[in-house]
């Protein structure tokens, strides 16, 4: 059984950071394979991919509304994932999911679609206002 554990939201101002990580448990990644990514929903909105992460090679995937705010990273030693987040805006207030898929392998088409992820996290609320 695959856990997933979120840690690090809260109430920011606009223009501050956070930094979001999640814990994976129970099973570990098949050797070359796997993908973490985050996802966040707002209220009275589709859930939509955030950033990405291939576990084999590092690899990382955004979008354009997040590319060069956010930063998605891995700690392999500790089946961790972070997403840190910079110059957050109110429009980043959200309910932010983890999600992993430990045995699959990735491409381009398939990572950012929550199709791909099998493991999801409770989700971690990140509120931004003045």
């Known amino acids: 059984q695959v856990e997933l554990v979120e840690s690090g939201g809260g109430f920011v101002q606009p223009g501050q950071s956070l930094r979001l990580s999640c814990a994976v448990s129970?099973?570990?990644?098949?050797?070359?394979?796997?993908?973490m990514a985050w996802f966040r929903q707002a209220p009275g909105k589709e859930r939509e991919f955030v950033a990405a992460?291939?576990?084999?090679?590092?690899?990382?995937f955004y979008t354009d509304a997040t590319k060069g705010r956010f930063t998605i990273s891995r700690d392999r030693a500790k089946n961790t994932a972070y997403l840190d987040l910079k110059s957050l805006r109110p429009a980043d207030t959200a309910a932010y999911y983890c999600?992993?898929?430990?045995?699959?392998?990735?491409?381009?088409?398939?990572?950012?679609?929550?199709?791909?992820?099998?493991?999801w996290g409770q989700g971690t609320r990140v509120t931004v206002s003045s």
């Open positions: 999600a992993a898929n430990i045995r699959g392998r990735p491409i381009l088409t398939t990572i950012k679609s929550r199709q791909f992820y099998d493991n």
């Open positions: 129970g099973r570990t990644f098949s050797p070359g394979a796997g993908a």
């Open positions: 992460i291939r576990w084999s090679d590092n690899n990382a």
